[in-house]
């Protein structure tokens, strides 16, 4: 073979050598480059799909915050109506003890200190212990006279008034029970109140059993201490506490 023939082959040897090997490296390259495209596919779709779900987050959460601050307007607004509220009835509240503190100015008023209201009556204790008629002279000294019990309820007040007053005394002070403002001393049997001048059995009576019992030795009224302090007559010289009554004062 001539030294021609020889370079030829060898240069033809060598040329298809290096195109085989750039042919190669041109395929791999493409795949590579097809790979990374692949790739950058898939980071694009995924970078959007992360910018869709940003944004929808941030479009949430602006919601979110646009509630929380509608939510909030309203409690402060309800807060506010409240607050206004609270103060109308605390101004009606002080209004009203106001009121109530005039009228118990008003009561206190109407009867004299150290004596009781009771409907248009005042009353008191006396435990300084007396005949009838000299209690019924005592209570007129005080304006007042021997109280006159003309319903159950003022009963249950005057008993109620009367065991207040001898839980401060010494109990064999008030013992007996109190006189109170009716006699038969006129006529016997006739039970008559000595102030306004009616007979009890026009009205209310509260007699304990078997009372009144005394005929003639027995002739005013008081309230018996052994027997829940209802009604007895008993001689009238004996001495016993006493409960005045007098009218409100309305001037
Ligand atoms: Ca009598
Ligand atoms: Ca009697």
């Not at 004299?112 to 019924?136: H, I, P, R």
Request: aromatic content about 10%; glycine content about 6%.
């Amino acid at each position: 073979m001539s030294r021609i023939s020889v370079l030829f082959v060898f240069f033809f040897y060598a040329f298809m050598c290096f195109g085989l090997t750039i042919s190669q490296s041109q395929i791999d390259n493409q795949r590579k480059i097809h790979l990374l495209r692949s790739d950058l596919s898939k980071l694009e779709n995924l970078v959007r799909v992360l910018q869709i779900g940003f944004a929808e987050e941030k479009q949430f959460t602006g919601k979110k915050l646009d509630v929380n601050h509608e939510a909030r307007l309203i409690l402060d607004n309800e807060l506010l109506k409240l607050e206004q509220k609270l103060a109308q009835n605390e101004n009606a509240i002080a209004e009203l003890s106001s009121g109530l503190e005039q009228s118990r100015e008003f009561l206190r008023m109407l009867c004299d200190e150290t004596w009781e209201l009771y409907g248009l009556s005042c009353y008191k204790v006396f435990n300084d212990e007396d005949a009838w008629q000299d209690a019924v002279e005592k209570c007129k000294l005080e304006g007042a006279f021997l109280v006159e019990i003309g319903s159950s309820k003022e009963n249950d007040f005057v008993i109620k008034l009367f065991n207040q007053s001898i839980a401060t005394v010494n109990s064999s002070d008030a013992y007996q029970g109190p006189w109170i403002g009716a006699s038969d001393i006129q006529t016997e049997g006739e039970w008559i109140w000595q102030h306004n001048g009616r007979n009890l059995e026009t009205g209310y009576q509260e007699w304990h059993k078997d009372e009144p019992n005394g005929n003639t030795t027995e002739n005013c009224l008081h309230l018996l201490e052994t027997a829940n302090l209802k009604w007895n007559d008993s001689p009238c010289g004996y001495d016993k506490p006493y409960v005045c009554e007098k009218s409100v004062n309305l001037k």
